[in-house]
Structure formats: structure tokens, C-alpha cells
């Protein structure tokens, strides 16, 4: 199976930056050519659904949240078969769990464990 692995989560101020990065491992990443497939960062706070804060595709195409756009940056590295969201410009409602998926089809999906992001005000 594919393994994810978030890091880069941590507490920050209004107005600071993080970056967040998720590594696909296990031997079956080659076979599931994640480095072909959409990958995703989506995030639950306390009391709220899950949302998707932004996903890219392999090619480098980009769709972000309404809340986010402008702040945050996906990108991803298909040789490292990683993807990394650069936050900016924090708020305490970006306060969450992030978490970072790849999408092997429309019946398969893989999810990392998350990383805890908090915003203080």
C-alpha cells in the first residue's frame, strides 16, 4: 500500500508561515504511479467537516480553497513523489489537522496520519 507521511506542522502567530510536505512511500508507489496521480492537502478543525484546502495535479495544475487562495502554495516534486504546502499570512481559522491524500482512483485513496497546525492569535 502507499504510505503518507506529513511533516512540518507546528504552532505560529497570526501572520506567520509554515510549510507542510508529505512524502509517498512503500513498494507500491512505483505500481500506483503516484507521481500520475492527484494529490491533496485537506484539513478538520474541532467541530468542523474536512475540507480541501488545495489539490495539484501531475502536470502542476492548481485548485485552492476560496479561504486559502492567495496565502497558500502547493506544489509537488513527481521524482521525490512529494507534495508541500506553503502557508503564508497564517490566521487562527487555519487552525486544523492537515492532511495530506493522493487520489489512485475513484476508488482508491491513501491518507497520511496529519500534522497539527496552530494559529494563535
Known amino acids: 500500500q502507499v504510505q503518507l507521511v506529513e511533516s512540518g506542522g507546528g504552532l505560529v502567530q497570526a501572520g506567520g508561515s509554515l510549510t507542510l510536505s508529505c512524502v509517498a512511500r512503500?513498494?507500491?508507489?512505483?505500481?500506483?504511479?503516484?507521481?500520475?496521480?492527484?494529490m491533496a492537502w485537506y484539513r478538520r478543525a474541532p467541530g468542523k467537516e474536512r475540507e480541501l484546502v488545495a489539490s495539484?495535479?501531475?502536470?502542476?495544475?492548481?485548485v485552492y480553497a476560496d479561504s486559502v487562495k492567495g496565502r497558500f502554495t502547493i506544489s509537488r516534486d513527481n521524482a521525490k513523489n512529494t507534495v508541500s504546502l506553503q502557508m503564508n499570512s497564517l490566521k487562527p481559522e487555519d487552525t486544523a489537522v492537515y492532511y495530506c491524500a493522493v487520489q489512485i482512483s475513484t476508488s482508491v485513496s491513501y491518507w497520511g496520519r496529519g500534522t497539527q497546525v496552530t494559529v494563535s492569535s
Open positions: 495539484i495535479v501531475s502536470s502542476g495544475s492548481t
Open positions: 512503500g513498494s507500491t508507489v512505483s505500481r500506483s504511479t503516484v507521481s500520475r496521480k492527484v
